[in-house]
């Protein structure tokens, strides 16, 4: 396991040869004579290049739209919130008016005229 972590963090051709010579394990070795051989060839190490520049695009345009649908759903839950809690605000003032109306002896009659003003 050990060798494979060595493999997969060497830097340099020289931590590769390195690990070349010391390891016991022929998977490993096999495994840097095709990374030496891909390296060697340019339009392989271009490929893989653009292959990955491709991924990292990717990534990043999905998480700048989910970053952008999220700051949507933010605005629009934000304007829904305002506007249920400015009608909540009105009935509750609505209702505030027609007890303090009912207290001064108004009858229903003149307490709808007054709403419907």
Same mark, same amino acid.
């Given at each position: 396991?050990?060798?494979?972590?060595?493999?997969?963090?060497?830097?340099?051709?020289?931590?590769?040869?390195e690990?070349?010579?010391?390891?016991?394990?022929?998977?490993?070795?096999?495994?840097?004579?095709?990374?030496?051989?891909?390296?060697?060839?340019?339009?392989?190490?271009?490929?893989?290049?653009?292959?990955? !520049? /491709?991924?990292?695009? &990717?990534?990043?345009?999905?998480? =700048?739209?989910?970053r #952008?649908?999220?700051?949507?759903?933010?605005? %629009?839950?934000?304007?829904?919130?305002?506007?249920?809690?400015?009608?909540?605000?009105?009935?509750?003032? !609505? /209702?505030?008016?027609? &007890?303090?109306?009912?207290?001064? =002896?108004?009858?229903? #009659?003149?307490?709808?005229?007054?709403?419907? %003003?």
């Amino acid at each position: 396991m050990e060798d494979w972590l060595h493999l997969i963090n060497a830097e340099t051709e020289g931590e590769l040869m390195e690990l070349q010579q010391t390891t016991t394990i022929p998977e490993v070795q096999k495994t840097i004579v095709i990374l030496r051989h891909l390296n060697a060839d340019e339009r392989v190490r271009q490929e893989a290049y653009y292959r990955e !520049k /491709q991924l990292r695009d &990717e990534a990043n345009a999905i998480d =700048g739209s989910r970053r #952008e649908g999220f700051q949507e759903g933010k605005a %629009e839950g934000l304007a829904e919130g305002e506007a249920k809690g400015l009608a909540k605000g009105k009935d509750e003032m !609505k /209702q505030t008016l027609i &007890e303090k109306w009912r207290a001064r =002896g108004m009858t229903d #009659e003149e307490i709808l005229d007054l709403l419907e %003003e």
